[in-house]
């Protein structure tokens, strides 16, 4: 029976071939784009997961809040892993790690800067699951200026990863002895290590200071024990060893803290959600958003619905031609089930050829995705079992749900109505299918409107003043390399033509948080903490204002001719105001050194509010230090040939001094790493344009499908208007009319879900445009032409036809 109905089912295909043709390729759009987006979701689902215990694994973050200023960070003090060991029994191990920043490696005469360097400690195989290639883990990291190297950072430095033993010149300064290579971390991790320093021998490491935050800790917990059980711990250990120095240094406890709106506290984060749910503003990488999951999933669904929608309009559209067919099976003994399971058996191989298609382009798209969603999903991801089997299911599922109605519906059929040709046309008076076209254009407008509105909210973004200039500033990074002829460097840069001005500092408005520290001032020599608060805390020289083109609301700049401006600062608008100063010019604020103790910093100026990193949040309160120390420059060019300037910066880097031969120039311009903030949100857009697309190509087909149906049940009616003198245009409006009604019900439905979604999206910048009205009127033109566009060329295509022809069909 089965094979008689394979049988029958391919013998349908082949005689309405442009009918297949409409739903295998709708079905296989749209399994495609739901296979892609579900690679994309699993990939983000199995960060750190590769860990063997990631399931028990816990990092500690800090939040330190001082009258209204303060964030969270990774990071936390370095004597508290110590004392998890030693007072919880449920703590099963301990480690840390710091980032080290970029470092450099020298390789004969040439040195490379290297990213992802990490100091660790020696446990740290005891708590993630690092595989050696080499080396024993358990004395890795025993001993003093030792590391451990990936394999592809071995076969770089050395065309093997059998390198035990051997060393590497680290920062010019230090040689590293390797005791061990280490597999290549999966994409999929929330840190990546090219490099692993010992801690051993680190001064910091060692520290009992606990209101410094300086090292990421991970907890792995014994099994059975629950996160909220450290969250406890972490609680107490605050109390009773950070609570004290606070009191010793700030005169304040917690309690003191929490009354004016305050906070000091740990918290941990299992280390399978850092990557989707950490808030974290200091992560070594780019952290992923569990919202755009969320987002990109619907979609998914909502697309493989639409590809429902049309099967089953299609199916029930042309429900006409294929009555007869059903009475005459009737009449010779069919019951209704054998027709639902002949419907259903070709509805299934109809989804599972699209299924075959699907996969087809889901490989050859996958580069594309990557590129897209900055991603590194590879053709292997397709011999998943699991996803291979959840893709079957899938298309199985589509072919039943798509074909359960139109198979009920054709097999309830009476064989004397149909014989008689008493059955109404399939296409009018169907509210359900309706329903589904309304279904389709309301997600198609809704993915319109939202690709509007990011749009113009990241065009809103590279457009906005931001309070400093960024345009044609070039970023000179690794400026320490130039020891002593750092000032003699730039002295000579801003010698040539081309160049206006330049800098030295320790951060930019485009760094993130790891470039710069956030420390403690207060307003009092006591540090008492009614009165500090936590500021981000910059170097920067004299020049520094002036050349990235900031302004000063009151005081004045730093100044090279006076000495006392090294125990200056400037502040912000934003650090003018929590202070509460009328008149924040020499008004002193203090910081607190382990030696000194409180240190008196006068203010000479108030600098203007700009904008640092994302404009998702508004300025922090910020302090300015005058320093000629910082790891990076910053020249402003007005040059026609940019190229050449750039070639002259670079002949003097390297022409400072002998010993810089092979030193590596990297440099950068600052517009290129604004736009780097925003690439996840760019990459969102460009992925809502692509879904939109789709969502309006499936739809498209659907109704290219009912009008050529809907046509063809009217032929007889269009021939008498054609021979009563209907025009082509009367024709065409005839059948276009209900689907423009269709679509404008479709914009009144999706106007108030598009607007609250990307209402609840722009909340996330501290700046952002407003939803205008015009955005919801644009989409539904847009979704209105693309409809009329579908519907008029096969509805004048049928007005076009000689009404003698439709008049002989009979």
Not at 467 to 495: C, D, P, T, W
Not at 705 to 722: D, H, P, S
Request: aromatic fraction near 10%; include cysteine.
């Amino acid at each position: 029976m089965i094979r008689n109905y394979i049988k029958i089912a391919f013998r349908n295909m082949a005689r309405h071939k442009g009918y297949f043709a409409i739903n295998v390729f709708g079905l296989a759009i749209g399994l495609a784009v739901c296979l892609m987006i579900s690679l994309f979701v699993i990939d983000e689902l199995s960060y750190d997961k590769y860990n063997v215990n990631a399931d028990r694994i816990y990092r500690v973050n800090s939040f330190i809040r001082i009258n209204g200023s303060g964030e969270v960070s990774r990071d936390s003090p370095a004597p508290l892993a110590g004392k998890l060991m030693s007072d919880y029994p449920d703590v099963e191990q301990v480690t840390r790690i710091t980032n080290g920043g970029n470092m450099l490696v020298l390789k004969g005469n040439e040195t490379f800067v290297e990213p992802n360097a990490f100091f660790a400690d020696p446990n740290i195989f005891k708590v993630f699951s690092l595989h050696l290639i080499n080396g024993d883990a358990k004395t890795a990291l025993n001993q003093p200026n030792t590391m451990i190297i990936s394999a592809s950072v071995a076969q770089k430095y050395f065309k093997s990863t059998d390198v035990t033993g051997k060393t590497l010149k680290v920062d010019n300064t230090t040689f590293y002895k390797i005791t061990g290579v280490i597999e290549d971390m999966p994409a999929t991790s929330h840190v990546h290590f090219n490099f692993l320093k010992t801690t051993v021998g680190i001064p910091e490491s060692t520290s009992d200071f606990w209101l410094n935050n300086n090292f990421a800790t991970y907890v792995l917990l014994r099994p059975g024990v629950i996160g909220e059980k450290l969250n406890g711990y972490l609680k107490t250990m605050a109390h009773k060893y950070a609570e004290p120095q606070l009191v010793n240094i700030a005169h304040s406890s917690f309690a003191d803290l929490e009354k004016n709106g305050g906070a000091f506290t740990y918290s941990s984060i299992p280390l399978t959600k850092i990557h989707l749910y950490s808030n974290a503003t200091d992560e070594a990488e780019p952290s992923g958003d569990v919202r755009y999951v969320y987002i990109f999933s619907i979609i998914g669904i909502i697309i493989i619905a639409i590809a429902c929608v049309n099967f089953t309009n299609l199916s029930t559209a042309r429900s006409s031609g294929r009555a007869k067919e059903v009475g005459v099976r009737k009449v010779l003994g069919s019951d209704k089930y054998s027709l639902i399971a002949q419907f259903l058996t070709e509805s299934v191989i109809t989804s599972l050829i699209a299924l075959v298609i699907a996969v087809s382009i889901s490989v050859l798209c996958l580069p594309y995705l990557n590129q897209l969603a900055g991603k590194n999903i590879t053709i292997g991801s397709f011999n998943n079992i699991g996803l291979f089997a959840a893709a079957l299911a899938i298309a199985i599922i589509t072919g039943i749900l798509a074909g359960l109605y139109p198979a009920f519906f054709l097999s309830a059929f009476e064989p004397i109505q149909v014989l008689k040709g008493r059955l109404s046309a399939g296409f009018k008076g169907s509210w359900l299918r309706n329903s589904l076209v309304v279904f389709q254009f309301t997600a198609a407008i809704v993915l319109i409107v939202c690709t509007m509105v990011i749009y113009n909210q990241l065009n809103y973004i590279r457009n906005k003043d931001l309070g400093y200039n960024r345009e044609q500033m070039v970023v000179i990074k690794n400026a320490y390399a130039l020891g002593s002829h750092a000032k003699a460097f730039k002295q000579e840069v801003l010698q040539i033509p081309g160049v206006v001005a330049g800098a030295r500092s320790g951060a930019l408005p485009t760094s993130n948080a790891n470039d710069y520290n956030h420390n403690a001032f207060s307003k009092d020599a006591s540090m008492n903490a009614a009165g500090a608060m936590v500021f981000t805390d910059w170097i920067i020289d004299s020049d520094f204002i002036p050349a990235m083109g900031m302004k000063m609301a009151s005081g004045r700049n730093f100044s090279r001719y006076m000495p006392t401006d090294s125990s200056g600062v400037l502040i912000n608008e934003t650090a003018a105001s929590l202070l509460g100063y009328k008149n924040p010019l020499q008004q002193k604020l203090y910081d607190y050194d382990n030696k000194a103790g409180a240190v008196p910093h006068q203010v000479i100026g108030v600098v203007k509010d700009f904008n640092v990193g994302s404009l998702r949040e508004k300025p922090a309160p910020m302090v300015m230090r005058l320093a000629n120390g910082g790891d990076r420059f910053v020249f402003k060019i007005k040059s026609a040939d940019v190229h050449g300037v750039m070639k002259q910066i670079e002949a003097t880097y390297h022409a400072m001094d002998s010993k810089m031969a092979g030193q590596p120039f990297l440099y950068s311009f600052l517009d290129d790493d604004f736009n780097k903030i925003y690439q996840s949100d760019q990459r969102t857009g460009k992925l809502f344009v692509i879904f939109a697309f789709f969502t309006i190509l499936i739809a498209c087909l659907g109704l290219f499908g009912l009008i050529t149906y809907a046509a063809e049940q009217r032929n007889k009616e269009i021939g008498i208007r054609k021979v009563l003198g209907a025009t082509v245009a009367n024709i065409t409006t005839l059948l276009s009319v209900d689907f423009v009604k269709l679509v404008l019900i479709s914009t009144v439905i999706a106007s108030p879900i598009a607007w609250f979604a990307m209402h609840r999206w722009l909340q996330g910048f501290a700046y952002r445009v407003d939803i205008s009205g015009w955005t919801f009127v644009l989409a539904a033109l847009t979704a209105l032409v693309i409809a009329l566009s579908t519907v008029s060329f096969q509805a004048i295509k049928a007005a076009l036809v000689n009404p003698v022809k439709s008049l002989r069909s009979e």
